[in-house]
């Protein structure tokens, strides 16, 4: 059973860094493409950053270019994100996602819920 857990969200200022984890059970990474979203009330949820494709790469949503940085350790089988040069903006919950690259349903965790303070 694939279950995934967010964990490292909290309140930072402006400019500030958090790291997001996420805890993947039930999930063999070469079998997924892994990603973060991310959603605020009344809004789509949004894509984020993704480590997906053969050989794999990291992909990233325009606003979060050189800022966020998406890795994972398969090891640990756990995903993480790096948020730097935070801004208020980026004020979310944020999602782990896996995407099984042959076929079926996503997986979603709960969320982490990110406050960045002006």
């Known amino acids: 059973q694939v279950q995934l857990v967010e964990s490292g969200g909290g309140l930072v200022q402006a400019g500030g860094s958090l790291r997001l984890s996420c805890a993947a059970s039930?999930?063999?990474?070469?079998?997924?493409?892994m990603g973060w979203y991310r959603q605020t009330p009344g809004k789509e949820r949004e894509f984020v950053a993704g480590l997906g494709g053969s050989p794999l790469s990291p992909h990233y949503a325009d606003f979060v270019k050189g800022r966020f940085t998406i890795s994972r350790d398969g090891a640990k089988n756990t995903m993480s994100l790096q948020l730097s040069s935070l801004k208020p903006e980026d004020t979310a919950t944020y999602y782990c996602?896996?995407?099984?690259?042959?076929?079926?349903?996503?997986?979603w965790g709960k969320g982490s819920l990110v406050t960045v303070s002006s």
């Open positions: 039930g999930v063999t990474f070469g079998y997924y493409d």
């Open positions: 996602n896996a995407h099984p690259r042959y076929g079926g349903l996503d997986y």
